[in-house]
């Protein structure tokens, strides 16, 4: 009984140690915001097109809830937050109300949200005109019908957030939710 209450305990005591200084030492790496915007890229053009960190968004042709059709590379010379979600998620149900603040506050600065519905998850697509009218969210709102987007950008889980430059490349990526700080602190890095 003392050997399995002394494994416990050097277990217990061992996991404490990896939080406190690996675990914790990693986060903290990436909740760093230095406060000065990324650099341009000179030849953001020559850059790899994925979903990586400093490679160029990939395109898509979408429709809107709205049924406009729409590229993202209408949005070139604009800062993107691209969101992928769906009215099921708490977690995205959660942040909206963060996201609509900040694109008010914003957009007028070459700032867009771009929330693409994960539409071929949905019980139906009223649910997401409904959601929308409760949040009143007036960012575009792209409907995912196939999935072919989501499966574009890896999209394993919701809600999912790309932070997109002016010259389209990704600079930052978030999976989960996202306080409004969060949304502010990556929107202000980007060139």
């Not at 009984?1 to 690996?22: A, G, H, P, Q, W």
């Not at 519905?117 to 005109?129: F, I, L, P, W």
């Amino acid at each position: 009984m003392k050997k399995f209450l002394f494994i416990f305990v050097s277990i217990v005591i061992l996991l404490f140690i990896i939080d406190r200084t690996i675990l914790k030492q990693s986060s903290d790496d990436s909740d760093k915001v230095s406060g000065e915007q990324y650099e341009k890229i000179a030849d953001p053009d020559s850059l790899p097109v994925g979903v990586k960190k400093e490679e160029r968004a990939p395109s898509f042709a979408i429709t809107t809830l709205d049924g406009e059709d729409v590229t993202l590379d209408d949005y070139k010379g604009k800062k993107v937050l691209l969101n992928f979600w769906a009215t099921w998620c708490p977690p995205c149900r959660k942040e909206m109300p963060d996201m609509q603040q900040l694109y008010e506050e914003n957009r007028d600065d070459d700032f867009v949200v771009l929330a693409v519905n994960m539409t071929n998850t949905e019980k139906k697509r009223s649910d997401v005109v409904q959601f929308v009218d409760h949040y009143q969210l007036s960012f575009p709102i792209l409907m995912d019908e196939n999935g072919k987007v989501a499966q574009q950008y890896e999209i394993l889980s919701y809600p999912t957030s790309f932070f997109i430059d002016s010259d389209g490349v990704i600079r930052g990526k978030i999976v989960g939710e996202m306080s409004k700080e969060m949304m502010y602190k990556e929107m202000i890095l980007l060139p």
